[in-house]
T-cell receptor, first 109, second 115 residues
Framework: GQQLNQSPQSMFIQEGEDVSMNCTSS?????WLWYKQDPGEGPVLLIA?????ELTSNGRLTAQFGITRKDSFLNISASIPSDVGIYFC?????????FGPGTRLSVLP | EPEVTQTPSHQVTQMGQEVILRCVPI?????FYWYRQILGQKVEFLVS????????KSEIFDDQFSVERPDGSNFTLKIRSTKLEDSAMYFC?????????????FGSGTRLTVV
């Protein structure tokens, strides 16, 4: 079946630093979603991408749909303590979404 | 902002018992899903539901699982005879367009603990 990999698995950064994480797949997708999950909560949609090469921003977050349609990245600029959480990518090719294993982000004051 | 509501937030049950997890999707959404997340692991697809029938299910969704939309607003997941390995967070999600443009809206989850 379709599998997604996310890297890094976890990262510790200082408040104010920029963050970059990515998601890769062995299959092509036509939609990528990025979610953030706080402890004990359900995932919350951050950004949706549905065209190869697309670059979309949501505040301090920027995500891109890779040209090969097999990858996507998420950048967070000027991180703040509330950015702490697990970031999941999810991909779909017209069917249901497959989730990556997540990148756990910790922000140190 | 419309929300997907799940109840209960936490359920503890004995192995072998039946449990029903409840969800109220967003009212104008058409596609409904159950996902689960074993502690510390990724979110896994269980089943999708559209037009009052299952449209896709994963290999996790075996004969012990069933879903229902009994009254046009609730969407339930039933586990007939729970096993220890069913302990997980169960998330309901809904979408208006299969997630292609607007993504899925997830509920906050039900933490199921099987003892």
């Amino acid at each position: 079946g379709q599998q997604l990999n996310q890297s890094p698995q976890s990262m510790f950064i200082q408040e104010g630093e920029d963050v970059s994480m990515n998601c890769t797949s062995s299959s092509i997708f036509n939609t990528w979603l990025w979610y953030k999950q706080d402890p004990g909560e359900g995932p919350v949609l951050l950004i949706a991408l549905y065209k190869a090469g697309e670059l979309t921003s949501n505040g301090r977050l920027t995500a891109q749909f890779g040209i090969t349609r097999k990858d996507s990245f998420l950048n967070i600029s000027a991180s703040i303590p509330s950015d702490v959480g697990i970031y999941f990518c999810a991909g779909s090719y017209g069917q249901n979404f497959v989730f990556g294993p997540g990148t756990r982000l910790s922000v140190l004051p | 902002e419309p929300e997907v509501t799940q109840t209960p937030s936490h359920q503890v049950t004995q192995m072998g018992q039946e449990v029903i997890l409840r969800c109220v999707p967003i009212s104008n959404h058409l596609y409904f899903y159950w996902y689960r997340q074993i502690l510390g692991q990724k979110v896994e697809f269980l089943v999708s539901f559209y037009n009052n029938e299952i449209s896709e299910k994963s290999e996790i969704f075996d004969d012990q699982f069933s879903v229902e939309r009994p009254d046009g607003s609730n969407f339930t997941l039933k586990i007939r005879s729970t096993k220890l390995e069913d302990s997980a967070m169960y998330f309901c999600a809904s979408t208006i367009d299969r997630g292609r443009v607007y993504g899925y809206t997830f509920g906050s989850g039900t933490r199921l603990t099987v003892v």
